[in-house]
């Protein structure tokens, strides 16, 4: 079974950035998409951007133009770039590979962006 190690997560401040990473053991990335959630406290779990097997990449509309998702099938790892955080990006970031009905998910890293 795939794992998903998430890294990257801690305490800036607003306008700062952060790089997370995920890198997969047990498995390959390859044929995956992968994807990077996010839940807040007391929020739902929300997806935050994905990228495809092929290179599509899709965000959510409050993150369009300041986070950018990459991957490298080399290193098994995918990563979000986060730039101009703001409060409102505080949260657990889930790194997530999809394959059809398969789901696999990292145990989150904490972002917190202070005001």
């Known amino acids: 079974q795939m794992q998903l190690v998430e890294s990257g997560g801690g305490l800036v401040q607003t306008g700062d950035s952060l790089r997370l990473s995920c890198v997969a053991s047990?498995?390959?990335?390859?044929?995956?998409?992968m994807n990077w959630y996010r839940q807040a406290p007391g929020k739902q779990r929300e997806l935050v951007a994905q990228?495809?097997?092929?290179?599509?990449?899709n965000y959510a509309d409050s993150v369009k133009g300041r986070f950018t998702i990459s991957r490298d099938n080399a290193k098994n790892a995918v990563y979000l770039q986060m730039n101009s955080l703001e409060p409102e990006d505080t949260a657990v970031y889930y790194c997530?590979?999809?394959?059809?009905?398969?789901?696999?998910w990292g145990q989150g890293t904490q972002v917190t962006v202070s005001s």
């Open positions: 990228i495809s097997k092929d290179g599509d990449i």
């Open positions: 047990r498995g390959f990335i390859s044929l995956y998409r």
């Open positions: 997530n590979a999809q394959l059809v009905q398969i789901d696999y």
